[in-house]
């Protein structure tokens, strides 16, 4: 599998587009790179680039971009709100895919060490990449920052890791490291205070501040692990800022450093106006954040992830400054395949004009996929219906759970109606194959059993997935809002045909495959599927039709 690094360069120009075209143009001169997101800021006289690929093409895409930045900007004459010490300033490798952190950090000191030596650059290693431990921390390397760096270089203790210990009056020096996915985030105050937005900023972040007990001076902790910040004034918006780095959001994701940010601005007699993303962010943030605030309203979080990163954006207020597009803000949607969406980004009209025309494909098994994801479509409806049913307060939970639940089996039958197109294409492919000699048979018929394999067994999950839906069906026929039991009951009937359909898609790709003791294995395992299936929708259709009565 390919291994994938992500890297997120802080060069230091925020204003002149052109300077920072040139730098964005390096990098997508290395193929195997993808640039994802550009983001200049003009108050901090910086802009963070992000870009993914392949290891090697990742190092040589940064050290291009490195030498550029070198070229184009005199730290000499530079200015700015963030803390700064080079014209690139920082530039970390982020683990994606398929790579470890030491593989990382291995890839940053093979970077750093030819920034060094190469373009003659005072370079530092941070994070996983540094082995002194007394050094690896961005915050310790770059104190003093540009003015102070004459004086702090020549001292033994900061003698670089990589290139010559002499000031360098236009580049500055680099700090290159690998480390965890970072999010930079920025909560907006209605104040222009920079020493209150300090205040706020000391209250929460990890490091805290040092205070005055007993007459000794003591650290007291901020609020939020894993969590640096600094209060400053944006002149470009008119407002203060906290301005964070959130180091590890499993630990403190970005709706609670907002809603910390919130209670202790509140408290200060500040208030909170909106927030703003830099750079690149996980969906799972965005669609967390939406559930997160959507339990605060007591309100079912079994939304669709447009609802939930909808919903995300405008509580924390993500567009107040710039509007906020997912699209290009969200990494997985940077770096999502667009062919293998290609069915279900269609619109009705034209899934069904493409499913009536002359090509095979969709055929029966993407057909049977779409087919369920509609039926347990209708299941979450009710189940959210039920959520927020007048007189169902108390039971608001309860359904929003299980609208969660038919909520992430929707997601993956809509995955499987393209999924099983792409099986069938494969084996197109693999019959495509030459067979002009021995070796090109053997391996045409490999590859073909490799495809038929693939294809038997995105029908059979998508059997599976389907069938475990029912549960949810059952629940809302039985105890769901009444005046929905109906749409209940066609749910079931969805399922029940894509469990079918579906079994049909295994048994015929089957025929095809040779290891006979697989084929029958998974026949039987769907033959039990399909019966156990059958009779769950025989039961919900009970419920369903006494309870609709006539």
């Known amino acids: 599998m390919q291994q994938l690094i992500e890297c997120v360069p802080n060069f230091s120009e925020g204003n002149d587009l052109n300077i920072i075209r040139q730098i964005t143009d390096e990098i997508e001169k290395v193929d195997g790179v ?61 683990p994606i895919a398929n790579i470890s952190m030491e593989e990382t950090a291995a890839y940053a000191q093979q970077l750093a060490k030819r ?6 650059l005072a370079v530092y290693l941070y ?10 921390n961005l915050s310790v390397i770059r104190a003093g920052e ?21 000031f360098d009056a236009n580049r500055g020096a680099t700090v290159i490291g ?35 007990v007993d007459g000794k001076k003591v650290n007291k902790p901020g609020s939020l692990k894993s969590v640096k910040a600094i209060g400053w004034f944006i002149e470009e918006y008119g407002v203060a800022q906290i301005s964070m780095n959130l180091t590890n959001i499993n630990i403190t994701p970005v709706h609670i450093a907002f809603d910390e940010v919130c209670g202790r601005a509140t408290a200060r007699g500040i208030r909170v106006t909106g927030s703003e993303l830099v750079g690149l ?93 509609l039926g347990i479509a209708l299941g979450t409806m009710v189940a959210n219906l039920s959520s927020h049913k007048k007189g169902w307060d108390e039971r608001w939970k309860e359904f929003g759970d ?24 494969q084996i197109m ?3 495509a194959l030459p067979k002009g000699n021995d070796a090109e048979k053997a391996t045409r018929t490999a590859a073909i059993q490799a495809a038929t394999k693939y294809a038997i067994e995105i029908p059979f999950k998508v059997m599976q997935t389907s069938y475990a839906c029912m549960e949810v069906i059952k629940a809302m026929a039985e105890t769901g809002n009444p005046n929905s039991v109906s749409d209940a009951g066609v749910g079931a009937l969805c399922l029940r045909s894509a469990v079918m359909g579906a079994f049909m898609n295994v048994r015929i790709n089957a025929a095809g495959y040779d290891d006979k003791n697989f084929v029958e294995d998974i026949v039987a395992k769907g033959k039990e599927i399909e019966n156990k299936t059958m009779a769950m929708e025989a039961e919900i259709l009970k419920v369903v039709n006494e309870k609709i009565g006539i």
């Open 429 to 431: 492919n693999a019959f």
């Open 115 to 120: 920034v060094g030596e190469e373009q003659q």
């Open 281 to 373: 962010i996980p969906l799972k943030a965005m669609t967390d954040a939406g559930k997160y605030f959507l339990l605060k309203q007591q309100r079912s979080a079994g939304v669709s992830e447009k609802e939930l990163i909808r919903i995300a954006i405008k509580s924390m207020g993500l567009d107040e400054l710039v509007p906020f597009k997912p699209e290009e803000r969200i990494i997985e949607y940077m770096l999502a395949n667009k062919a293998d969406s290609k069915l279900v980004s269609m619109t009705l009209s034209d899934f069904a004009d493409e499913t009536a025309s002359e090509s095979p494909a969709p055929g029966g098994g993407s057909i049977a996929a779409y087919v369920g994801s």
């Open 402 to 425: 299980w609208a969660e639940k038919g909520e992430q089996y929707k997601n993956e039958l809509v995955k499987l109606v393209d999924a099983d197109t792409k099986a069938f294409n």
């Open 34 to 94: 993808r640039l994802l997101n550009v983001d200049p800021g003009k108050a901090t006289n910086r802009t963070v680039v992000t870009f993914v690929g392949t290891p090697q093409a990742v190092v040589d895409a940064a050290f291009l971009a490195i030498k550029k930045a070198g070229e184009l900007i005199d730290m000499s004459k530079h200015k700015g709100e963030h803390p700064r010490m080079g014209a690139t300033d920082v530039c970390p490798l982020i």
């Open 127 to 136: 994070e996983a990449a540094q082995p002194d431990q007394s050094r690896n």
């Open 178 to 212: 690998a480390r965890d996915f970072l999010v930079a985030y920025n909560v907006n105050l209605n104040t222009t205070s920079t020493r209150r937005a300090n205040a706020i900023a000391f209250d929460v972040r990890e490091a805290g501040r040092t205070v005055e």
């Open 146 to 166: 540009y003015e102070g760096f004459a004086k702090k270089i020549v001292q033994p203790e900061w003698k670089p890791d990589f290139g010559p210990a002499v």
